[in-house]
T-cell receptor, first 116, second 117 residues
Framework: NAGVMQNPRHLVRRRGQEARLRCSPM?????VYWYRQLPEEGLKFMVY????????ESGMPKERFSAEFPKEGPSILRIQQVVRGDSAAYFCASSPSPIKIPDGYTFGSGTRLTVV | AQSVSQHNHHVILSEAASLELGCNYS??????LFWYVQYPGQHLQLLLK??????LVKGIKGFEAEFIKSKFSFNLRKPSVQWSDTAEYFCAVNIRHASGGSYIPTFGRGTSLIVHP
């Protein structure tokens, strides 16, 4: 039973390009959470999605960032026109339900985005 | 606003020393509580969790945590640390973001633990 799969592990983009980060949740998990990790700042919540629905995007920057979780395929976090400040590690977590999580949330290995 | 606070940002210990990492949250509703560990360059792994029942929770690798509802705290402890415990430790709480909204795992800033051999 594969865990949460994130790819790519490392992504380098020039300023102004688009970054696409993918997250495939654990089998049987339909709830996906995206977090951004900056040094000395911990994990900041970005967005919570279920299949085909954005449930809570209160942590997403208003511009350039978007997320989706289609009926088929992985969840995608898209950052348009990247800037140096977007450089961070982006983690995805999944759970089988929003509250019944006997094994906690399962995290992927993250995507480390570097904007040059 | 609801939040999770970890007061110790950097902790340095020698092997065999005892460890206690503080975690406090500000939320009046029912909570689920977690501690995660992140080893250098790796993803977050669950150490232990509290949902209900005995407020003293045992986790993996000899870690335990105590939920004290009156203090809104969930401190992590280990009687004797090892060099291999060097990692970042995150406290997390399921917090309902808004009235009637979804529960979102909200993380503290993290505590960097360095254990000297």
């Amino acid at each position: 039973n594969a865990g949460v799969m994130q790819n790519p592990r490392h992504l380098v983009r020039r300023r102004g390009q688009e970054a696409r980060l993918r997250c495939s949740p654990m089998k049987g998990h339909s709830h996906v959470y995206w977090y951004r990790q900056l040094p000395e700042e911990g994990l900041k919540f970005m967005v919570y999605l279920q299949k085909e629905n954005i449930i809570d995007e209160s942590g997403m920057p208003k511009e350039r960032f978007s997320a989706e979780f289609p009926k088929e395929g992985p969840s995608i976090l898209r950052i348009q026109q990247v800037v140096r400040g977007d450089s961070a590690a982006y983690f995805c977590a999944s759970s089988p339900s929003p509250i019944k999580i006997p094994d906690g949330y399962t995290f992927g290995s993250g995507t480390r985005l570097t904007v040059v | 606003a609801q939040s999770v606070s970890q007061h110790n940002h950097h902790v340095i210990l020698s092997e065999a020393a005892s460890l206690e990492l503080g975690c406090n949250y500000s939320y009046g509703g029912t909570v689920n509580l977690f501690w995660y560990v992140q080893y250098p360059g790796q993803h977050l792994q669950l150490l232990l969790k509290y949902f209900s029942g005995d407020p003293l929770v045992k986790g993996i690798k000899g870690f335990e945590a105590e939920f004290i509802k009156s203090k809104f705290s969930f401190n992590l402890r280990k009687p004797s640390v090892q060099w291999s415990d060097t990692a970042e430790y995150f406290c997390a709480v399921n917090i309902r973001h808004a009235s009637g909204g979804s529960y979102i795992p909200t993380f503290g800033r993290g505590t960097s633990l360095i254990v000297h051999p």
